[in-house]
Every structure is written in C-alpha cells, then in structure tokens.
C-alpha cells in the first residue's frame, strides 16, 4: 500500500513570495490533514478536511494561508506572502475515517526555509 | 483550545537504562494516541489508547492511561539505539472529533 505523498520535499523561498505544497493521501482515506510542526514542537493542526469539505480551520492563519481539496483526494496548501516564521515542516497526514480513533499516517513532509 | 503538556522535553540514557515520558491534559480525553518520529522523519502511529487506566505492551513499550483520562504514559525497558526519537503523544478531548492536539514531544538519546 502506498503511504502519503508530499512535494517538494524541500523549499526555500524569501518572505514575501508565495509557495504551495501538494499531499495525495492513502487512496481511499476521507480524512486528510495539515499540520505546521517548527523545530523543537509537536505539530500543530491548521485545516482538516473530510473528503472535499473542511471540517476545522480554527488554526490556520486564513490572512496569507489557504488550501483546498479538490474531488475529495489530493491537496494543495498555500502560504501568500511568507513570512519569516512561516519557517516549518508541513505534514500532510490522513486517516481512513474522521474519528480520532482512527490512526493518521503521514507523510515525508516539505521543509520550508523562509528568508 | 486544549492544551498537551509532556514532559521531560529531553532524555538521554545510556543503551540498556529504561526511559518515561509522561503526557498530561488539565480536560478530561476521549483517546490518546502515542507517535514516534525519528530524526528527519515523520510521526508514526505506535498505539491508542481508550478505556480509563488501560495498560497496553508492545514488546519493551508499556502505555498507560490513568484513571481519569487525563494523563498518559510511554515507559521503554532496556533502551536501544534503535529507540532513539522523538514520541509525541496526541491527545483528543470530548468534544474534539477527528481532532488530535500533540504535545511538544520528549527527545530520547541513547548512548552506546
């Protein structure tokens, strides 16, 4: 089975430009998620998705964040302009179901270095 | 919002020494779950957690969930080096569905 896919795995742009970062989940899993995880913390939930509808958002900078779930499988995340503590790796996970018993599996994540 | 405390931050034992990370919510939770991320990688599933003061072992791992569902455990006997990582536990509250907060995450080293 194949796991999570993100590209790039890695960008570095200067602040103010903009960047995208891409995520096809486990074919089949309802659930695809977004998480900022900076050096030395946990991630951090920014959107959650239940197939093509996002189900929370409470965390995501919407002023210069954006993202979509077209046709309920892949994923595009935005960040317009970035700044310099957009600095992160961004998770994409998902799970089969929207229930936190379900398990996330994740991806290999894109390390993004603002300038 | 809810908010995960785990402590210690940081942990360094010698191979063959045992290692506990504890994980902690001022709100009650429904499930916890448990992830292992190694250096430059991703998390990974390692277990849930469900039932009030449930113990569950994977070979040298034993994860606790108190009594009140309000704090768990992640005990490793005999460390390797293979155990070397960050684990992170994930917690989800009562009225958080689908939603897993993380804690900041106990880095373990492990000397030869």
């Known amino acids: 089975e194949a796991g999570v896919a993100q590209s790039p795995r890695y960008k570095i742009i200067e602040k103010r430009q903009s960047v995208a970062f891409w995520c096809n989940p486990i074919s089949g899993h309802a659930t695809l998620y977004w998480y900022q995880q900076i050096l030395g913390q946990g991630p951090k939930l920014l959107i959650q998705f239940q197939n093509n509808g996002v189900v929370d958002d409470s965390q995501l900078p919407k002023d210069r964040f954006s993202a979509e779930r077209l046709k309920g499988v892949d994923s595009t995340l935005k960040i317009q302009p970035a700044k310099l503590e957009d600095s992160a790796v961004y998770l994409c996970?998902?799970?089969?179901?929207?229930?936190?018993?379900?398990?996330?599996?994740f991806g290999p994540g894109t390390r993004l270095t603002v300038l | 919002g809810q908010q995960v405390m785990q402590i210690p931050q940081y942990q360094h034992v010698q191979e063959g020494e045992d290692f506990t990370t504890y994980c902690n919510s001022s709100t009650t939770l429904s499930n916890i779950q448990w992830y292992k991320q190694r250096p430059g990688g991703h998390p990974v599933f390692l277990i849930q957690l469900v039932k009030s003061g449930e113990v569950k072992k994977q070979k040298r791992l034993t994860f606790q969930f108190g009594e009140a569902k309000k704090n768990s455990s992640l005990h490793i006997t005999a460390t390797q080096t293979t155990d070397v990582g960050t684990y992170f536990c994930a917690a989800a509250g009562g009225t958080s569905y689908g939603k897993l907060t993380f804690g900041q995450g106990t880095i373990l080293t492990v000397h030869p």
């Open positions: 996970a998902s799970s089969l179901l929207r229930s936190s018993y379900n398990e996330q599996f």
